[in-house]
């Protein structure tokens, strides 16, 4: 930059070089390369006149003989300061741009080119927007200078101090990279503002461009740095691996699970998924969550047992020997399980069977039958309960987008299993009933039908797992609870309670050698008088099978080895780990009789005489059924002055309601059978109670009980609290068949009630009663209430005759005489 010593002409003609890829901007100093001869024949000849020459660029750098059209319009008046050779090609010319100029007319002869010009006056304002408009671009372009390589220091300096407009416009526009276009444009324009103007838009962009291109840049790089520092961990556990001797050097990542996936037996479309799942994990970086999910995914896929089963043992003989070794009676369902394997056994292994379910109270041997199905069979055997269950999910399985997602219970049971044909039994099914909320059922039908059951879909799993080989067993308290869906597809086998001797007897031989030996006993260490085990089945359990009394001898047993263990020397633990069961004397022995029952089970929480066999006023005893089995239920019934209300309590179900009401109607209209009258019913309130409250209660069956306790309150004559009845009682006084009534029976036998009260139509029930217990119980047919009410409150009926009568006349215009008022229920 220097200044001019004398205003140029406004128009010139003057030799001219072309420019490739330049623009040349006025108040600057700037080397030229001069290779071509026309350029260097013009820079000699400027040098030997007043040293001025033209600068014009061609519009394409590329074309070394450009012809007039090809270069721009506008271009640059300098001087020459120096000329000087460069090499034998080169020549190099320092010019100092003087002034933009218009070409006018261009032309080429004698190998030169030549212009006439018209210079371009600068126009510059000085005023605020000027100053505005410098300050802008100046700090643009220091901002652009700091983010490019290209514009060296001594230029970033120099526009730290040019106050000129024109000066500074020209400065930034020849050290920016802003493009041969839009530089002619910015030379082709001699008004500084509006230079500055240009320059400050173009700057705006070309920074936010570069701000972009720095974010690219820095993601590009971190993402470089991290797979490569990814690259380097692997590579070092690799080696770690390796220097442990955990792997083989040359294992592709995760080639363990590759073989795994490999063994596992998987149908086509299973190893499709795992394999693409495989190499979705690879391609995953380790030690993230997405890598844990999925190789716990794989884990499942790769551990089911897709092909792996048992061979069926289907000797029935074999099978037979096995269920009579382990159970005591239970002769029909044994010959019905029989009957089943006899009937897989010919049909083959492709035969769908229909679902065994067996149903009865808790203890009963249910789960016991079904695992010696499975040991008959030689297959694994799972046990998976559905108490409880209310959600699809807990079958089927939540899908992989939870977190924490898991298969459902089936697949769960099977990877357990091992073997995809092992017993599955499948507890409480008519708890999965009463819970009852999402579709529970409709996955579990899935599960059962033979026909949909080979491609079972978990939502975990996702890909299908085929159950029809799995070999199903159900088990539920109550039949009537299972929704009817399923218990169409299934086989009910009932299992009852069990009588004293058979219960006497599978403790003897059951129950009792299996404690022994789980307590580290032999026989010979306990002995249990006959009389000490009826009294623990009689006073220390009240159930219809064998839990607590299994519970009881464990107790027993657990008292036993305490007392038989020294005080000192070694554990039981680790005395048999030399050898010996236990650490006892061989000579010490326990004898468990009546006189010291008491020491070791503690006092006795059952009292056979739990049902007070004294006569009372206003209390009778029915027998319940229930999911634990049969049951003795107390009734009772009191009345007081009131306006004819009746209030039940003890948490009754309506049925159980509804069977109440029935009962003091019946009453109301035969009152004259008792010597009541009907008007009575209106001055009094009735309340029935059934104690227990905490034990929810239904059915009908409880009609002659309450019956009875009604009459007995009214009338306050004795119910024969000796005598048990059942039965469902219509309003004109029929009594109808109830169910369970080998449940029931055997309820009431062991609370010592030797007479029971039941409907005739049940008569026929009584084959499935064990011998001993019908030689025991006295039963009493009834076709109607007022049979029934002749044993149970046999005083109360003072005109038999009426019992036909109906309704009971209103007629009587005496008042009513309350009765007394009856004693509170014993
Ligand atoms: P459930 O599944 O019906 O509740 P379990 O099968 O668990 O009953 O039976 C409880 C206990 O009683 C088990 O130890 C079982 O072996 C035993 N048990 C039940 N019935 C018999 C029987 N008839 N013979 C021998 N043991 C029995």
């Known amino acids: 930059m220097t200044e001019t010593p004398k205003p140029l002409p406004t128009h010139l003609q003057l030799p001219m070089v072309p420019l490739r890829e330049l623009v040349v901007f006025p108040h600057l100093v700037v080397p030229l390369m001069l290779a071509r001869r026309q350029s260097l024949q013009a820079a000699r000849r400027a040098s030997k006149g007043d040293g001025l020459l033209f600068l014009l660029s061609q519009t394409d750098g ?58 371009l006056a600068e126009r510059v304002t000085a005023s605020p927007e000027t100053e505005a408009l410098i300050r802008t671009v100046r700090s643009q372009f220091f901002t652009y200078a700091g983010s490019v390589v290209t514009v060296p220091d001594n230029i970033v300096e120099l526009v730290g101090i040019i106050d000129e407009a024109d000066q500074l416009a020209d400065t930034v526009a020849a050290y920016a990279d802003l493009g041969i276009d839009f530089k002619q444009q910015l030379l082709g324009e001699p008004d500084a503002n509006k230079r500055l103007q240009m320059l400050a838009t173009r700057l705006e962009h070309e920074l936010k461009v570069l701000r972009i291109q720095r974010d690219i840049t820095d993601r590009v790089r971190d993402r470089i740095q991290k797979s490569q520092k990814d690259y380097f961990l692997r590579e070092q556990l690799r080696a770690i691996e390796e220097e442990l001797g955990r792997t083989d050097p040359g294992a592709a990542p995760h080639a363990e699970l590759e073989a795994a996936i490999g063994n596992a037996g998987m149908p086509e479309a299973a190893l499709a998924v795992a394999k693409r799942e495989l190499a979705k994990l690879r391609r995953t970086a380790p030690m993230t969550p997405q890598a844990a999910v999925c190789e716990e995914y794989l884990q499942w896929l790769a551990g089911m047992p897709w092909q792996h089963r048992t061979d069926d043992n289907l000797d029935l003989d074999h099978a037979a020997a096995v269920l ?36 009865g109270p808790p203890g009963v041997g249910k789960t016991s039958l079904a695992r010696a199905v499975a040991d008959a069979l030689g297959r694994k055997f799972v046990r998976k309960s559905l108490g409880g269950v209310r959600d699809e999910a807990e079958i089927r399985g939540h899908r992989r987008t939870y977190v924490g997602a898991m298969p459902g219970r089936i697949i769960q049971s099977l990877r357990k299993a091992g073997t995809c044909n092992p017993v599955f039994l499948l507890d409480e099914i008519d708890k999965l009933a009463a819970d009852f909320r999402g579709d529970p059922a409709a996955a579990l039908l899935e599960v059962l039908d033979p026909d949909e059951n080979n491609t079972f879909s978990d939502h975990y799993l996702e890909v299908e797992f085929d159950l029809s080989d799995v070999l199903f067993i159900t088990t539920a308290n109550l039949a009537s609870a299972i929704p009817p869906a399923l218990r169409d597809r299934m086989e009910m086998i009932e299992l009852s309670g069990y009588t004293l001797q058979e219960k006497l007897a599978i403790a003897r031989r059951h129950l009792l050698p299996r404690q022994l030996e789980a307590h580290g006993l032999k026989p ?16 220390y359990t009240s ?41 006892q004397s061989p000579s010490a022995s326990v004898s468990v009789t009546v006189a010291n029952l008491a020491e070791i089970l503690g006092p006795e929480p059952f009292r056979n005489d739990l049902v007070d066999r004294r006569r009372a006023v206003g209390a009778a005893t029915g027998l319940a059924w229930t999911e634990v089995g049969g049951r003795t239920m107390v009734v009772e019934a009191s009345w007081m002055p009131g306006k004819g209300h009746i209030t039940l309590t003890g948490q009754l179900g309506s049925v159980m309601q509804e069977s109440a009401q029935a009962a003091v109607t019946y009453v109301r209209s035969h009152a004259a059978m008792f010597g009541l009258e009907s008007r009575l019913f209106d001055a009094i309130d009735l309340h029935l109670h059934v104690p227990e409250g905490a034990t929810p209660k239904d059915g009908p069956s409880a009609g002659l009980a309450m019956t009875a306790a009604v009459v007995s309150s009214l009338t306050g004559k004795c119910v024969r609290r000796d005598v048990a009845s059942t039965g469902e009682i219509t309003l004109r006084g029929r009594v109808l068949a109830i169910g369970g009534l080998k449940e029931k029976v055997l309820a009431a036998h062991r609370h010592g009630l030797r007479t029971i009260v039941l409907p005739e139509s049940n008569e026929a029930d009584l084959v499935r009663l064990p011998d001993e217990i019908r030689r025991a119980t006295q039963f009493v047919f009834v076709r109607e209430v007022a049979e029934a009410l002749q044993t149970l409150v046999p005083d109360a009926i003072v005109e038999p005759r009426a019992a036909e009568a109906l309704p009971a006349t209103v007629a009587a215009a005496a008042p009513a005489t309350l009765p007394a008022p009856s004693p509170p229920p014993q």
């Open 62 to 119: 590329a074309v070394d003989n450009p012809t007039p059209q090809d270069f721009y319009h506008i271009g640059t008046v300098a001087r020459v300061l120096q000329l000087f050779r460069v090499n034998d090609q080169t020549h190099k010319a320092i010019v100092e741009a003087l002034s933009r100029a218009e070409v006018e007319k261009l032309g080429f002869s004698r190998g030169e080119y030549r212009a006439r010009v018209r210079c």
């Open 324 to 359: 009579d070794a382990r159970h005591h009676g239970l002769d029909e369902p044994k010959r019905r399980i029989l009957e089943y394997l006899a009937v897989k056994r010919l049909r083959g292994q492709n035969q769908r069977e229909p679902i065994l379910c067996l149903v």
């Open 524 to 539: 010979r260490h306990l002995r249990i008088s006959d009389a000490a085990m009826v009294r623990i089945v009689e006073h």
């Open 543 to 583: 159930e219809a099978g064998l839990r607590v009394l299994n519970q009881r001898l464990a107790d027993v047993c657990r008292k036993v080895a305490a007392r038989l263990a020294p005080r000192k020397g070694p554990t039981a633990e680790a005395a048999s780990r030399r050898g010996r069961r236990a650490a």
